[in-house]
Every structure is written in structure tokens, then in C-alpha cells.
């Protein structure tokens, strides 16, 4: 649904038209996924990593439209990661600012796409946020807003003791606590 690398992939509106359809990509595939046959439409999941947490995060809230929401090493406030996160962050942060887009500008692209904006839609009981108590790309701040803005109950936001990248370490864990925490909701 829209050309990913155009000539004019480094223009402001093209940085947001990006990540607006990618929110328009995730649901859309949730709806062709629900009409498969076989398929109960009732548990079907989102995850998403890093900025794909944040897609998913504001999809998630968007759509009542999944079993579980599963959202790994992001959280909300979208802008003050690109403005204060190191490593992958910082390289966004560089590029934009190579291209003239600076703090005020940073908050208005994400806005449109900014979790918190549509948190409080998610429903709690079926959202789980895993976040990285030494995460210097998605501050844990960033993370903990998006817990509390979204009412997670106890035990659904996971602090792991790992940073941005180490995180992967978990990986697999996590993805079986996805699978058995789906398997409960299809139960249900």
C-alpha cells in the first residue's frame, strides 16, 4: 500500500507518511490474517520490536482488533526517544536534523502516530509491554509512560534486566510466553 523508498525518502512528510502506513500495513494484515480459514478471528495477535513496538502500540489502540497486544522494547512518547535515545535513535535524530528537522518539528511528525495518544484504548488485560531496565534507546521513562497511560495491570509490563540490544537474549522466552499467553485467550 504505498512505495517504501521514493526520491523523496528524506523529506519530513515522507519520514511520518512512512510510519503512518506502517500502522495502515499492520492492520490491514491483521484483517487478512482474521479472514483465512481456520483462523478464529477473536485471537488473533499483534507483536512489535523497538519502532515496530511503537507501530504496534498505537495500532493496538487504534483497533480492537486482537486477542493479545504484545509490545517489546518500546513504550510512549515517541519524540522524546528521537530527541534524548542513543544508538539507533540518535542515528534518526542525526538524520533529521541533517535534513533540518529539529526538536518542535520531531513532536509534530510523531504525533500522528504517538502511542500515548490512543493508550488508553488498549485494553489492559490483554496488552503486555516488555521494556529494558537499561534501555538507552527507548529510555525506560519512555517505556513506564506507556505502562501507565494504557492501566497495565501487575505483571503485564516486564522490565528485563538488559539494554536495547542484549534484549535479544530473551527473545525466545518471550516469544513462548507470547504463545502460551495467546493459547490462554483463545480459551477464553
Known amino acids: 500500500y504505498g512505495a517504501r523508498r521514493t526520491p523523496r525518502a528524506d523529506q519530513p512528510e515522507q519520514i511520518?507518511?512512512?510510519?503512518?502506513q506502517a500502522v495502515c500495513d499492520v492492520r490491514r494484515a491483521r484483517d487478512a490474517v482474521?479472514?483465512?480459514p481456520l483462523i478464529d478471528s477473536s485471537v488473533v495477535g499483534i507483536q512489535g520490536t523497538s519502532l515496530g513496538g511503537f507501530i504496534t502500540a498505537t495500532t493496538?489502540?487504534?483497533?480492537?482488533?486482537?486477542?493479545?497486544?504484545?509490545?517489546?522494547l518500546a513504550g510512549g512518547n515517541?519524540?522524546?526517544v528521537v530527541l534524548q535515545g542513543k544508538k539507533d535513535a540518535a542515528k534518526v535524530r542525526e538524520k533529521l536534523e541533517a535534513i533540518g528537522v529539529t526538536?518542535?518539528?520531531?513532536?509534530e511528525l510523531a504525533r500522528p502516530v504517538e502511542p500515548?495518544?490512543?493508550?488508553?484504548?488498549?485494553?489492559?488485560?490483554?496488552?503486555w509491554l516488555y521494556s529494558g531496565k537499561y534501555d538507552d534507546v527507548v529510555p525506560p521513562e519512555c517505556s513506564f509512560a506507556l505502562a501507565k497511560a494504557a492501566s497495565l495491570p501487575s505483571g503485564?509490563?516486564?522490565e528485563l534486566p538488559a539494554d536495547h540490544y542484549s534484549g535479544v537474549v530473551f527473545l525466545p522466552a518471550v516469544?513462548?510466553?507470547?504463545?502460551?499467553k495467546m493459547q490462554t485467550l483463545g480459551e477464553k
Do not use: S, W
Open 34 to 36: 482474521a479472514c483465512l
Open 103 to 107: 526538536g518542535d518539528k520531531i513532536r
Open 60 to 72: 493496538g489502540g487504534l483497533d480492537d482488533g486482537y486477542g493479545g497486544v504484545f509490545i517489546l
Open 156 to 158: 503485564h509490563h516486564i
Open 78 to 80: 515517541l519524540h522524546d
Open 16 to 20: 511520518l507518511n512512512g510510519m503512518q
Open 116 to 127: 500515548l495518544r490512543v493508550a488508553h484504548r488498549l485494553r489492559p488485560e490483554t496488552t
Open 175 to 180: 516469544i513462548a510466553e507470547i504463545g502460551q
